[in-house]
């Protein structure tokens, strides 16, 4: 993720914290003010937003999706020419060679309508946690940066179950063949 994709998330919440601020000291009507004022705002640049995606035209468009500041603002706006679930595709195409030497793969079962992705690895990593986690982490990185608005991810198979496997530890002696006194531990000092 680009320094301003992440940006933009830290101007996000760090409005929240204001507004909070603002909740917190006690004064519902500046709350509210305050409240209203960032909704005019977000809602005055997103009526520019759209302005501006109608006068570009679609090869311009795409353009501006390949900006990740540019597509999470179209996001935001609903202008986004691709819907979430296109665009997670997407970014599981661009995981997949990665996932590859790790777990396999990742199928897509769908994003509900309360933002959360399904997806199922395949074929995971013979129970190495450590590499489910990475896999997990990659894909959770994809998803984000190419669909911020993803409120989560759920992934079925983390880990494959295995049967507990018992070692057979052969003897490395056919007989015993430790002396008496050895066996018999040290004598005591006197």
């Known amino acids: 993720m680009t320094g301003q994709a992440r ?22 009507g500046t709350a509210d003010t305050a409240e209203e004022i960032v909704r005019l705002v977000v809602e005055l640049y997103g009526a520019g937003l759209e302005r501006t995606v109608e006068l570009a035209g679609p ?10 500041l ?10 986004h020419p691709k819907d979430t679930e296109t665009r997670v595709v997407e970014a599981l195409d661009e995981v997949r060679p990665y996932l590859g030497s790790h777990a396999g793969g990742v199928e897509l079962l ?45 992934v079925e198979n983390l880990t494959r179950e295995r049967a507990p496997q018992l070692l ?17 531990g040290p004598e005591p000092r006197r």
């Open 7 to 28: 940006d933009l998330r830290e101007v996000g919440t760090r409005i929240e914290e204001l507004l909070g601020r603002l909740r917190a000291a006690g004064d519902p």
């Open 70 to 79: 540019v597509a999470s603002l179209l996001v935001l706006h609903g202008l």
């Open 59 to 68: 090869e311009v468009l795409e353009q501006l999706v390949e900006d990740e």
């Open 168 to 184: 057979q530890i052969q003897p490395l002696y056919t007989e015993c063949a430790v002396p008496a006194e050895a066996a018999a």
């Open 110 to 154: 769908g994003v509900d309508p309360a933002g959360v992705v399904h997806l199922r690895l395949e074929g995971s990593c013979d129970g190495c946690p450590s590499s489910v986690q990475t896999v997990k982490q990659a894909i959770e990185r994809a998803i984000e940066e190419a669909a911020p608005e993803v409120t989560a991810v759920e």
